[in-house]
């Protein structure tokens, strides 16, 4: 079942039986090299996160890694639960932003969308993004994109992405430090509120909006910005992400603050995971109500409770949670007529 | 699953949710009148067979008969798992290629597309094919096609055909004669041999290309090899067949020598059955790999080992194998999700 964190389910009811596109934006920041941060990869391969997820959501295989990305603690990528989706009820199409990767993903056939974009650095040492220009990108993509599906699922996968949309948010001046979300059960409090303190050091008092988040954002918070606002509402999109895309939105709310411009948001929603929903480490909902404009955000009732398997069980102790639009794809295949035993059993399949 | 004979697995994975039409091609030879030769059909009605194969796939009824085309065996028609796929998941389109019926499709409203094209005459006496014009209307009509799916899967109907193939690619000078497979389990290798022999045999030294094919191939072959430099890689194309279809391949690489032609074939794959895949009676691989382009092939790792129906037990055991593009219809029933056991329940449900 689908159900609203926000809004009414009308929105999600009218994408049932609906043909849709999946879009994976990917992203690397240096952030992750700030030892403890994230578990959002193979220890000394997190840069390859974004990478393998796409391999393996579009051929099934990892081409640049001879094995699966897993957690230290075993869990693995939520792009299994993606990848299941596409098998039992596939996506019309599948398309990657390469947002600024170290390593290309090896896939063939499938458009890889590229924008001359190069990694960012730490935001703890100032990420040094010229975020206008991504930006520009973003909203350049979105008024000449046309999608050949009724809607976009946009997913992302951008290892400590939840630390840099932290401190985005937090730059922006939203009252917003317990709110995000964590690949860790326990999130490193420590170590990422440290991280947040060094990255918003760099922020000076006169910088503009575009130069707060080049210091402390990541590229695909700040390109999806500009891709929501250059669609313009034409087609709908289901962000789907957990607080990462609520900062998304938070950072086109200040554009539209600072711009003054108005925006309509009816083809517009956010779709996570149970896990998210009910993490009590974070609240994805009143982040969603810091924005000044409404909009519906829902989440997917699925959980592992029919899997003994124990990696996947870690997701329901809170491990990983979402990524790679894991909620999205869950909406999607419930949406389509997939049970949770259909989707549990092919996530199963992978794991042997 | 969907696995590669060559290649790798991209071009597939892509396919995954796309919208297909299934374009069926089908022909008569006399070359089905030597005895022995073939059992893809009814004794002394063997003709009939693409066109009972037709009214099945498009209709579920035998309209120019009253019985399903089994062989003598008992092997029934693969066109009941194309026909079993397009019940499950529908294809979205289907035409018809009449290359020289003896008997017309009993079909209203599927696209039957008509060239003015006669059954070819046996192979052992001469086909007396106009190959130039069949292959210039094979051309123009992949020059004009519009497709309105994402891609094409093109199967065929052609009784014999893989003794024509064989006779083809031999006249071609292509070192393969023990590289084609048959509806037999135990291919009829005396009678095959006296008859690409006495097809050989009317072959002479000043043969152009299409002198060549015109007496030994047979209307199916020569016309798609013009269809797909017609089509000139505007939209992908599955080759739904087995060492048939890698003849149409080795005729287009023939063609292709002569006239110093380039052509990409990045839109271009075959896909056949995991009977073929295994056969030790031929070698679609080594087939392939006479070609000068590159391609990738397909096999779909399907059998009857969940069914206990004789009939379906005798694929398993090397009868019939493929054909009506049974191994394309797998793939792309497999690539929308489903599973071995939907598609076998459905083919036992025709056999009662």
């Not at 999946?22 to 240096?30: D, I, K, P, Y």
């Not at 932003?97 to 100032?126: C, M, N, Q, R």
């Amino acid at each position: 079942m689908v159900k609203n964190i926000i809004g009414k389910i009308d929105f999600a009811e009218f994408l049932r039986g609906k043909k849709a596109t999946f879009m994976l934006s990917l992203s690397n920041t240096q952030t992750v090299n700030i030892a403890g941060l994230t578990q959002a990869g193979i220890p000394g391969k997190i840069h390859l996160t974004p990478t393998l997820d796409s391999e393996f959501l579009c051929t099934g295989e990892l081409r640049s890694l001879g094995e699966i990305a897993t957690t230290p603690s075993g869990v693995p990528t939520p792009a299994l639960i993606t990848r299941a989706v596409h098998l039992l009820k596939p996506y019309s199409n599948i398309e990657l932003l390469d947002l600024g990767l170290e390593v290309s993903p090896k896939v063939d056939y499938f458009k890889t969308h590229t924008f001359g974009i190069s990694p960012s650095k730490s935001i703890a040492l100032d990420a040094k993004i010229d975020a206008l220009d991504i930006f520009q990108k973003g909203l350049a993509f979105g008024q000449t994109y046309e999608c050949q599906d009724d809607y976009i699922i946009l997913g992302e996968s951008v290892p400590s992405g939840t630390t840099t949309a932290r401190a985005t948010c937090e730059a922006l001046d939203y009252d917003c430090k317990e709110f995000f979300s964590s690949s860790f059960k326990n999130s490193p409090t420590t170590i990422r509120d440290e991280t947040v303190k060094n990255a918003l050091y760099h922020v000076r008092s006169d910088d503009d909006i575009f130069a707060k988040l080049g210091r402390v954002s990541d590229n695909m918070q700040i390109f999806n910005a500009g891709f929501i606002l250059g669609l313009n509402n034409k087609i709908k999109v289901v962000l789907a992400g957990g607080t990462q895309m609520a900062s998304v939105l938070l950072i086109v709310n200040s554009i539209l603050r600072t711009m003054g411009g108005e925006f309509d948001t009816s083809n517009l929603a956010l779709c996570t995971t149970k896990w998210i929903k009910e993490d009590d480490k974070s609240d994805i909902k009143t982040l969603i109500e810091l924005l000044d404009f409404k909009i519906d955000a829902f989440y997917v009732d699925f959980d592992f409770s029919l899997s003994t398997h124990p990696a996947l069980k870690l997701y329901d102790e809170g491990e990983a949670k979402e990524g790679v639009g894991a909620g999205g794809a869950l909406m999607y295949g419930l949406l389509n007529g997939l049970s949770k035993a259909d989707i549990t059993k092919q996530v199963e399949s992978f794991l042997g």
